[in-house]
């Protein structure tokens, strides 16, 4: 934690100045922007279980477009129910 004390005779803006100055020495800022994105690895499962999703649309897809079906909104639909 950084703290900084007001001198004798200083002002507000030095004090801010001489605040701003620490944390950026500090290196506070870039290891609170690297955690606040960081992206967790997927399980072993969710990996499988997205592959396998994508998998039976990609059947349902190749399916509606061999009888000549296939718009966004049967697409939509799809995902819906495979969802489920």
């Known amino acids: 934690m950084i703290e900084v004390k007001k001198k004798d005779r200083e002002s507000s ?7 701003s100055r620490r944390v950026q020495q500090s290196g506070v800022l870039p290891q609170a922007r690297k955690s ?8 072993r499962r969710e990996v499988r279980q997205g592959a396998m999703y994508k998998e039976k649309v990609r059947k349902v897809v190749s399916k509606l477009k061999k009888m000549g079906k296939f ?11 495979l969802v489920k």
């Open 71 to 81: 718009d966004d909104q049967n697409f939509k639909n799809v995902k819906k129910k």
């Open 36 to 43: 606040r994105f960081r992206i967790e690895k997927k399980t």
């Open 13 to 19: 803006e030095s004090l801010i100045r001489r605040f």
